[in-house]
């Protein structure tokens, strides 16, 4: 890859980010040798939370970067095989993987895509939920306010133990969420497919597959989706804890 124009869609500011493919820089962490990590959204600019896309290649393997955090992995192409309470979990594409903070887990792979969210898990007085693997195909997909042009899946148990949700969004071209939000909760989204614009405070981003955004609290967001195909993201949205006190400048 090379870039003659010094020109990018990438754009970082105070509340918000866009990250695009072509500029990615991988970085290999001594705890998963073999995986070329990209780090798209992390502490170090502001978010509570990071988002990493992760490249497996032959004799990969992964264990927690740290214990404090619950880890989310989607596999987007290839297959892996994850050790966490007591068990073996062999997975491919479009599984994905809920693990807890402060429990042991080792994700070994000889070729896999991933898409990681972690942070630190923010505990209540339920108990920490255990291990989940589900697949996409699995999870339903219902309108979301009851438009049909915007299905959601929800992708882990509607429960107040959890700290965090991690949702699907499939927009038919042409759609839109149906209003322009405002919320503390922080957000961190992958485009999985498709393409359309994204407002993001007040700029209004085209944005396509492989893209990456993070939005923080009380930004304000819409989307709307264009082409001719359907657009789908994932995204990481704080769940079930009241805000917490403001970062210091
Ligand atoms: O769950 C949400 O807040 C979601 N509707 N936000 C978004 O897609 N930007
Ligand atoms: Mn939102």
């Not at 870039?3 to 990018?8: A, D, K, Q, S, V």
């Not at 989607?74 to 491919?92: D, F, H, I, P, R």
């Not at 209004?204 to 989307?223: K, S």
Request: charged share 15%; with cysteine.
């Amino acid at each position: 890859m090379s870039n003659h124009t010094g020109i990018t869609r990438s754009a970082i500011h105070r509340d918000h980010a866009l990250i695009t493919p072509e500029s990615h820089v991988p970085i290999v962490f001594p705890q998963w040798p073999g995986c070329e990590s990209v780090v798209l959204i992390s502490p170090e600019m502001g978010a509570k939370f990071s988002q990493m896309l992760v490249k497996c290649n032959a004799g990969a393997s992964m264990t927690p970067l740290s214990s404090a955090d619950e880890v989310f992995i989607l596999v987007q192409s290839g297959a892996v095989v994850v050790e966490c309470e007591g068990k073996n979990t062999a997975a491919q594409a479009d599984d994905f993987f809920f693990l807890p903070a402060d429990t042991p887990w080792k994700l070994t792979s000889d070729s896999a895509t991933l898409l990681l969210f972690s942070k630190p898990f923010v505990s209540c007085d339920l108990p920490q939920p255990g291990m989940l693997h589900r697949s996409l195909k699995d999870v339903p997909a219902e309108p979301f306010l009851g438009d049909p042009g915007a299905l959601l899946q929800v992708l882990l148990p509607d429960d107040p133990a959890y700290d965090w949700g991690i949702n699907l969004f499939e927009f038919v071209p042409g759609g839109t969420l149906p209003q322009v939000e405002c919320h503390f909760m922080e957000h961190g989204l992958l485009l999985l497919a498709g393409q359309g614009v994204y407002r993001l405070g007040d700029r209004w981003y085209p944005v396509t597959a492989g893209d990456a955004i993070w939005m923080g609290p009380y930004l304000l967001q819409w989307y709307a989706a264009t082409g001719k195909e359907n657009s789908r993201y994932i995204y990481y949205k704080e769940m079930n804890r009241p805000p917490v006190p403001a970062r210091q400048p």
